[in-house]
Nanobody, 128 residues
Framework: QLQLVESGGGLVQPGGSLRLSCAAS????????IGWFRQAPGKERKGISC????????LYADSLKGRFTLSRDNTKNTVYLQINSLEHEDTAVYFC?????????????????????WGQGTQVTVSS
């Protein structure tokens, strides 16, 4: 059974950092692209970034470049999202999702509707 489990969320002060993990089971990570999304209270779920697990190609939403870094460890079947210089506006539930749709560095992340598998989310709260 294909499953994604996020972890690493929590309460952090503005300016702090977090590393979120997305652990995959039931499938081979390099066969998929993994996307990260976040959903703030009362708002729609929006894409943050994506990574093609086979070769590590990553893309980021323009507004988030520089503070967010995606990486993967295929030996652990896990994708990581490092978030630095956290801001109040980063408060949200963060989700990872898997799709067999691929992309290249000159393109864009797969659309939200293309992701077939979703994790349950991990809460990130930025507050002093």
């Amino acid at each position: 059974q294909l499953q994604l489990v996020e972890s690493g969320g929590g309460l952090v002060q503005p300016g702090g950092s977090l590393r979120l993990s997305c652990a995959a089971s039931g499938f081979t990570l390099p066969d998929y692209s993994i996307g990260w999304f976040r959903q703030a209270p009362g708002k729609e779920r929006k894409g943050i970034s994506c990574i093609k697990a086979s070769d590590g190609t990553t893309l980021y939403a323009d507004s988030l470049k520089g503070r967010f870094t995606l990486s993967r460890d295929n030996t652990k079947n896990t994708v990581y999202l490092q978030i630095n210089s956290l801001e109040h506006e980063d408060t949200a539930v963060y989700f990872c999702a898997a799709t067999k749709s691929h992309f290249d560095a000159s393109g864009s992340c797969p659309r939200k509707s293309e992701y077939s598998y979703w994790g349950q989310g991990t809460q990130v709260t930025v507050s002093s």
